[in-house]
């Protein structure tokens, strides 16, 4: 059962177009959610996080917003550049019990057209 | 300051064959994480070693295994390896899991044939 859900595998955008991916979760517990870039042959990057008692953060093209009530956060990046092709994974902390690991979606795959 | 660091890079093994990985965290993180990237299957959280101890594994069968040495370290073994062990094999390192999250290496690519 996937706690955390990108489920758009692709999404293609016009460079200086908004760019925004989605994704969803299922467990109310989930305290922190973050967003990873990933390049081919590259380990994932951190870019942006935002934790459960806000509804949004931005750091500059990339803002984060979080839905709290409909368990769904997104990330928007403006305006796109070429540079922003890579996948993007969200993930979700639970920090209680035994767990401390991050939970990942599956990822989506950005591309940005000049 | 050195990142996560990986090694090998890639790694060719036979079925039935064991696999060790090892990774090195960020100077001064105490937490390490594994996580397997199949294709298709985003990153799967594998196991989770802090201060030489197991914290927390995923859903994966015991002959995946690790530890943890004195110097915060990781080594991830796989034996009897099959041919769906194929996949990157990913170290992030934390100090705690907190605002910024993990660090990641940039991978072990292990290929079963």
């Known amino acids: 059962d996937q706690q955390v859900k990108q489920n758009s595998p692709s999404l293609r955008v016009q460079e200086g177009r908004i760019s925004i991916l989605n994704c969803d979760y299922t467990n109310s517990m989930f305290d922190y959610f973050l967003w990873y870039k990933k390049y081919p042959a590259e380990g994932p990057t951190f870019l942006i996080s935002?934790?459960?008692?806000?509804d949004k953060n931005e750091d500059g093209r990339f803002t984060v917003f979080l839905n709290k009530s409909a368990k769904h956060l997104s990330l928007h990046i403006v305006p796109s550049q070429p540079g922003d092709s890579a996948v993007y994974f969200c993930?979700?902390?639970?920090?209680?019990?035994?767990?401390?690991?991050?939970?990942f979606g599956k990822g989506t795959k950005l591309s940005v057209k000049p | 300051e050195a990142g996560v660091t990986q090694s090998p890079t890639h790694l060719i093994k036979t079925r039935g064959q064991q696999a060790t990985l090892r990774c090195s965290p960020i100077?001064?993180?105490?937490?390490v994480y594994w996580y397997q990237q199949a294709l298709g299957l985003g990153l799967q959280f594998l196991l989770w070693?802090?201060?030489?101890?197991?914290?927390n594994r995923g859903n994966f069968p015991p002959r995946f295994s690790g530890r943890q040495f004195p110097n915060y370290s990781s080594e991830l073994n796989v034996n009897a390896l099959e041919l769906e062990d194929s996949a990157l094999y990913l170290c992030?390192?934390?100090?705690?899991?907190?605002?910024?999250?993990?660090?990641f290496g940039s991978g072990t690519r292990l290929t079963v044939v």
């Open positions: 935002i934790s459960s008692i806000k």
């Open positions: 100077s001064g993180h105490t937490s």
């Open positions: 070693y802090d201060e030489g101890e197991e914290r």
């Open positions: 993930a979700a902390r639970y920090y209680g019990g035994s767990q401390g690991n991050l939970i």
């Open positions: 992030a390192s934390s100090l705690v899991v907190g605002h910024y999250g993990y660090t």
